[in-house]
């Protein structure tokens, strides 16, 4: 079997407080990125995405950040939800990388009652 | 649409069988892509396909990897013989165009004993 895997990076928050999630990505030059959120059991499920000419964008209850001085992103949550728990990824399109997307490691939101 | 569709939900098998795990993508998604996570490296790429044509099997581990697509709702991760080492969650994403819309499977969680 796999000997011991990674821990990841955990964030606990109280129901109805804000969340937000970093994410530091590899290549200068990716012009895409998405934020996706899985649930255990279950595949990653896009929640929001943001081009490269931007550097915010809202959606219903969430907001993505990019910096691309120092190629970082984050993803908030407002009034964060039971539901919200799970594992959040950010991936990238880098240039040259065709429809591939590289995904980070994640991070882990756990929502406390 | 039923979105992503992959069988089985779960395999367990003897090291050296062959498995094999199937897909079937969103009805006009002409790209696919299977994807393996494992909490040691995450989501990796292994192969995608466009219009049924692999484009981009660098993410192949191995020569006991391959992947078919016979057709455009259809498509086969093959691994043989099988080892501990490939234990995991397998997915299987489409998208229609590129990288936007990617939608992911539920996955494949393979154990090689």
């Known amino acids: 079997g796999e000997s011991v895997g990674l821990h990841l990076p955990t964030l606990s928050v109280q129901e109805g407080d804000n969340s937000i999630i970093n994410c530091a990505y590899s290549n200068s030059a990716s012009d895409y990125f998405i934020w996706y959120k899985q649930e255990s059991g279950k595949g990653p499920q896009f929640i929001i995405d943001i081009r490269s000419n931007m550097d915010k964008r809202q959606g219903q209850r969430v907001t993505v950040l990019l910096n691309k001085t120092v190629k970082h992103l984050s993803l908030q949550i407002a009034a964060t939800q039971p539901g919200d728990s799970a594992v959040y990824f950010c991936?990238?399109?880098?240039?040259?990388?065709?429809?591939?997307?590289?995904f980070g490691t994640g991070t882990q939101l756990k929502v406390e009652l | 649409d039923a979105g992503v569709i992959q069988s089985p939900r779960h395999e367990v098998t003897e090291m050296g069988q062959e498995v094999t795990l199937r897909c079937k993508p969103i009805?006009?998604?002409?790209?696919l892509f299977w994807y393996r996570q494992t909490m040691m490296r995450g989501l990796e790429l292994l192969i995608y396909?466009?219009?049924?044509?692999?484009?981009?099997d660098s993410g192949m581990p191995e020569d006991r990897f391959s992947a078919k697509m016979p057709n455009a709702s259809f498509s086969t991760l093959k691994i043989q013989p099988s080892e501990p080492r490939d234990s995991a969650v397998y997915f299987c994403?489409?998208?229609?165009?590129?990288?936007?819309?990617?939608?992911f499977g539920s996955g494949t969680r393979l154990t090689v004993v």
């Open positions: 396909f466009n219009n049924n044509v692999p484009i981009d």
């Open positions: 991936a990238e399109n880098p240039p040259g990388g065709g429809n591939k997307l590289t």
């Open positions: 009805s006009g998604h002409d790209y």
């Open positions: 994403a489409s998208t229609p165009d590129g990288v936007d819309g990617y939608t």
